[in-house]
């Protein structure tokens, strides 16, 4: 499905006026304590609806100055045209050489995407259309008890979330299990819960090349060829990828494979057939809602940024915030925390969403970004986290900003739980943003002003996690457009790769060790006096 014709590739010039203008920024100096009493308005001046999601801010070192200034910074950078551009099928991931349509994915039939001189909607709805075949047909065979899903990044992140944050909605015969790792445990605890007949693997890769995917694929085919014979790979296997050569290669027949696009980024591929998982789980008309959600934040993109309403943009401010505190004030990381059982597995997207794609350090130019960019990204689900690292955020040394993410009905149904949880919520952005002051007893202290964004909406259903992770996408965008990288590819991750390839054949071996420094040659020495079978 790749294209060879081009399409046009943005110059994009290095900002480092854009720069100079962020360390130019003065932040705000005043305590959250303060801030909040002098001006209550901020309570609802810094409160936005996207969709559903009801965004706050005004837990957030910021005040009007501030917010224009940052907002300011993000005009500058040209926000606003760098998703004309994306909108418009341009090549704004420049080191790939490729456009970034993971917007397409999401877009309604009737309307248009070009991409490289193609109005992809029609091949995206063809796929979906092809994906609901396949989920129903699954859904609908009662003789299909689990639904593995192979894949790594975000061929399993993405989906691995989503079907764990919907489990509420799933159909109630199909279990849905992930396997990722090369860790043969891995693989070996779902398989040691399925059977060969009732098991259906879904084979996720966009490169089909990965060495994690294609070593559990192997065994899982082995599996089901032992139990019940070659013919059976074809009605037990499905693959997900963009190269059907390397689909055929590998004993899948890609006559039944949904395709996908080399215009969509890992990390941004849910909504395509890496998402069939999730379908199958929450049928067609509940994916179709998970979509029809991501839309409602790329129409608040839209809708804001073609006239140039930035400050109506509650995501460039939500961006722009994330800035401050790590390219202006300096903090290294950021936890996320859901009040929601069902998203443990968000924080784990997260990490790939944000720093796969702004863990850079040169800008599209080639030179040094002069502002720290993607910090670390952490969390835990709430209350869980508040009796581990929660003791940190509130008395340790670094200020570490926290989303926190809720919810005000639950789907269990479950009495007494639910209020407690979102109690606990406000409880901590509270404790969090004012603190308690104890003079006589250090310990006892809580200095507060440390911020907190709240992310809140009435229930977590399809369209509105298919929101929570647009809204995060476009984050993630605004934020690179402002450090000047290319937020869509991911060339620190090949070093670790081809490394790996020149030690696995050492490691089996007994050849000299020559190519490898002192302390590499050293543990592989002790590897090889260890290994076990
Ligand atoms: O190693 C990083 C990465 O390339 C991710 O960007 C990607 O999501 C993951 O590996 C899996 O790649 P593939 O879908 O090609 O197997």
Redesign the pocket.
Known sequence: MGRARLGTVHAVEPHPDVVRRLLAVEPVRRHLRDLLADDPGRAERYVATVGDLRLDWSRQPVDDRLLADLRGVAEAAGVAGRFAAMQAGDHVNPTEDRAVGHMALRAPAGTSFVIDGVDVVPEVHAVLRDMAAVAERIRADGSITDVVNI?????DLGPAMAVSALADHAHPRLRTHFVSNVDGDDIARVLAVCEPSSTVFIV???????VE?LTNARTARRWVVDALGEHAVAERFVAVSTDAGRVRDFGIDPEGMLGFWDWV???FSVWSAVGLSLMIAIGPDGFSDFLAGARLVDEHMSATLSDGRLDENAVVTLAMIGILHRSVLGRASRAVVPYSAALARLPAHLQ?LEM?SNGKSVTLGGAPVGVPTSGVVWGEPGTNGQHAFFQLLHQGTDVIPVDLIGFATAGHGLGGHHDLLFSNLLAQAQALALGRRSADEPHRNFDGDRPSTLILAERLTPSVLGQLIALHEHIVFVQGVVWGIDSFD?WG?ELG?ELSGRITPDLIGSGPLDGHDAATRAAIEWYRSHRGG
Do not use: D, L, N, P
């Open positions: 894949g790594i990044g975000g061929s996720v890769s966009k490169t089909f090349g990965t995917t980024g890992g990390r790939q796969e991911q991750v790769k």
